[in-house]
T-cell receptor
Framework: GDSVTQTEGQVTVSESKSLIINCTYS????????LFWYVRYPGEGLQLLLK???AGQKGSSRGFEATYNKETTSFHLQKASVQESDSAVYYC???????????WGSGTKLIIKP | EAGVTQSPRYAVLQEGQAVSFWCDPI?????LYWYQQPRDQGPQLLVY????????NSQLPSDRFSAVRPKGTNSTLKIQSAKQGDTATYLC??????????FGPGTRLTVL
């Protein structure tokens, strides 16, 4: 089946330091997967952070970046300098074009140390 | 533009009780999704609609769960006889087909 793996349930980073949240995926049924990062800030609903639909391309939003790497089947989320306002839970997800049924990772909680 | 709204925000039940969750999607969105999100897991799709039609309910435990969207706008998800294993957050999302899903704040259900 198809799956998305986020190995870290929680990541703690000092303010102004760099961040990487790992995401790998596996699919046997989707020929051209679309990849997404969603975020849930405290007290808010899930919202799309960024998406990439073409292998080799990079998506970016709010200082975050993720590159769709088909060779390593990865879509890691990175940020050069985190802020306290980035504290949230981040979810990686996989979808198929117009079908748009998403397969989700288990989420990574980001804690920022002052 | 109003977002996706859900009610109630919280529910606490004893096993065997029934509960209904209500979702009002973003106006104009024809696709509506219901997800179950257990603690420390990602959302898991239960059912989704396009207008009033069910497109996929293969993950909906049909013996106790039901979902309707009679006029292609608001939707209700009902659990007939709740079990402790149903403890989770229930998320509603809406979208145009193939486009970004917009999520409501969720209903946190605890079954004692």
């Amino acid at each position: 089946g198809d799956s998305v793996t986020q190995t870290e349930g929680q990541v703690t980073v000092s303010e102004s330091k760099s961040l990487i949240i790992n995401c790998t995926y596996s699919t046997t049924s989707i020929a051209y997967p679309n990849l997404f990062w969603y975020v849930r800030y405290p007290g808010e609903g899930l919202q799309l952070l960024l998406k990439v639909i073409t292998a080799g391309q990079k998506g970016s939003s709010r200082g975050f970046e993720a590159t769709y790497n088909k060779e390593t089947t990865s879509f890691h989320l990175q940020k050069a300098s985190v802020q306290e306002s980035d504290s949230a839970v981040y979810y990686c997800a996989l979808g198929e074009g117009s079908n748009y049924q998403l397969i989700w990772g288990s989420g990574t909680k980001l804690i920022i140390k002052p | 533009e109003a977002g996706v709204t859900q009610s109630p925000r919280y529910a606490v039940l004893q096993e065997g009780q029934a509960v209904s969750f209500w979702c009002d999607p973003i106006s104009g969105h024809d696709t509506l999704y219901w997800y179950q999100q257990p603690r420390d897991q990602g959302p898991q799709l239960l059912v989704y609609f396009r207008d009033e039609a069910v497109i996929d309910n293969s993950q909906l435990p049909s013996d106790r769960f039901s979902a309707v969207r009679p006029k292609g706008t608001n939707s209700t998800l009902k659990i007939q006889s709740a079990k402790q294993g149903d403890t989770a957050t229930y998320l509603c999302a809406s979208s145009f087909p193939g486009y970004e899903q917009y999520f409501g704040p969720g209903t946190r259900l605890t079954v004692l």
